[in-house]
């Protein structure tokens, strides 16, 4: 479970499904030929899953991650994983 030292705060969890399904999701793959990481986000529709819209973010400087905590970024959520999952530091 998720632990929050920090400040004595707390940490809350919480999944949401529309029409059982989740609305976000994220995938990654290794694509041959490229440097670099490249990030995509997807919306989808819920019912038939089928592609509506997708950004997508080629990160090839560690400095294009500078902007993981903007919400408005493209692709924040994918570079805040990163972040979290320890495959990019802050101070890099």
């Known amino acids: 479970p998720p632990i929050c030292y920090e400040y004595g705060g707390s940490v809350t969890g919480m999944a949401v499904m529309i029409n059982n399904r989740y609305p976000l999701s994220c995938r990654c793959r290794i694509l041959s030929g ?3 990481i490249l ?3 997807e919306i989808r529709d819920t019912n038939s899953g089928s592609l509506m819209s997708f950004k997508q973010d080629e990160i ?7 902007d993981f905590r903007e919400p408005s970024a493209v692709c924040s959520l994918l570079k805040s994983a990163l972040v979290c999952l320890g495959m990019v530091t802050e101070e890099q």
């Open 34 to 36: 490229q440097a670099g």
């Open 39 to 41: 990030l995509r986000s």
């Open 60 to 66: 090839n400087s560690i400095n294009q991650m500078a």
